[in-house]
């Protein structure tokens, strides 16, 4: 695959099932990543081929949870996210699923809680060394593209020196998330940091940040140089922000065929941005138990 074409991405965690993926594709995302799913539990998995709906899943062994559900059609363009924070068990989990995906990327953005006191996500941002361990073993063992995702450090030149670091281990690309652990996702995205980034390296720089129309993908390729462009609550709030036509209605954009969890999240965010929870259809999403409370 190559990595520069590529131009409009979404992550998201719990919200990022295949449904939402399928549906951010038909609008135009080149490339979907799913949910991140920590190595712990992945490994917990077995694979199983599901012949009635021709999906392939990973379930936890046991039980019969899907922790991450993949299809043909998108093999050549989802991104399977992992959390982690030691490299034999990130490679464990990859190589579980390397060949049913287009890439393999680790999560070194995420600033919650349970990310940080398990050592991943942005926890990592302070270990190098490990960075580099984690992705040199998978780069060494894996043919499938690898990626990793970061958030900015203090300053813009710790964040490039991190960067060259990681360009160093051969990864495919780079996602840049242009905000630091500590801001609010209501803070600005600083987009001119990310331009630092793109300056500095060779490999693909994917900017991350603030996009909430379709025009804001030429306005953060401008600013900051980047090749491509990941967009998260902007494609949750409507699936349809990749489309160049325009955005559909967000109902339209609404996914029904989905498990309960996801979708209800999906809506809860939505309602959350276009309306409040506090009014009476965000009381009956957070009181909705099956997608037939949902309808
Ligand atoms: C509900 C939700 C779930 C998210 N889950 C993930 C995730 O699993 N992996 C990840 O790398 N980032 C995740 N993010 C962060 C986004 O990918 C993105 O970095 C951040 O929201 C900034 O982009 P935006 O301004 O387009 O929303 C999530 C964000 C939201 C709002």
């Known amino acids: 695959m190559v990595w520069g074409t590529p131009e409009y991405i979404r992550a998201m965690h719990v919200v990022g099932t295949l449904p939402l993926r399928l549906l951010a594709a038909d609008y135009g995302a080149d490339i979907t990543y799913g949910e991140e799913i920590i190595d712990h539990k992945f490994v917990k998995c077995e694979r199983r081929v599901n012949e009635h709906i021709g999906s392939t899943d990973f379930i936890e062994k046991g039980t019969e949870n899907v922790v991450f559900r993949t299809c043909n059609e998108e093999r050549n363009r989802v991104v399977f996210q992992i959390g982690t924070s030691d490299a ?8 579980m699923v390397c060949k049913d995906v287009a890439a393999i990327d680790i999560n070194m953005g995420c600033p919650k809680s349970f990310s940080i006191s398990g050592g991943m996500g942005a926890a990592l941002l302070t270990k190098p060394e490990l960075i580099h361990d984690i992705l040199t073993t998978l780069k060494r063992n894996l043919d499938t593209p690898v ?41 600005p995205a600083k987009w001119s940091e990310i331009a630092d980034v793109v300056a500095a390296l060779s490999i693909p720089v994917i900017a991350n940040g603030d996009i909430f129309e379709y025009d804001d993908f030429q306005c953060i390729k401008d600013a900051t140089g980047a090749s491509s462009v990941m967009v998260a609550r902007g494609a949750l709030w409507n699936a349809s922000i990749f489309s160049p036509e325009g955005k559909v209605s967000q109902e339209d954009s609404i996914l029904w065929d989905n498990d309960i969890k ?34």
């Open 88 to 95: 034999v068990r990130a490679l464990t989990a990859a190589q």
């Open 147 to 187: 990626t990793c995702k970061i958030r900015l450090l203090k300053s813009s030149q710790d964040t490039v020196e991190l960067a060259r670091r990681i360009e160093k281990t051969g990864v495919s690309a780079l996602a840049v998330h242009g905000r630091r652990v500590a801001d609010r996702p209501r803070d």
């Open 262 to 295: 996801s979708t209800k999240h999906t809506l809860k965010e939505m309602i959350m941005h276009y309306s409040s929870l506090e009014l009476p259809e965000g009381k009956a999403v957070i009181k909705s138990e099956s997608l037939a409370d949902l309808a």
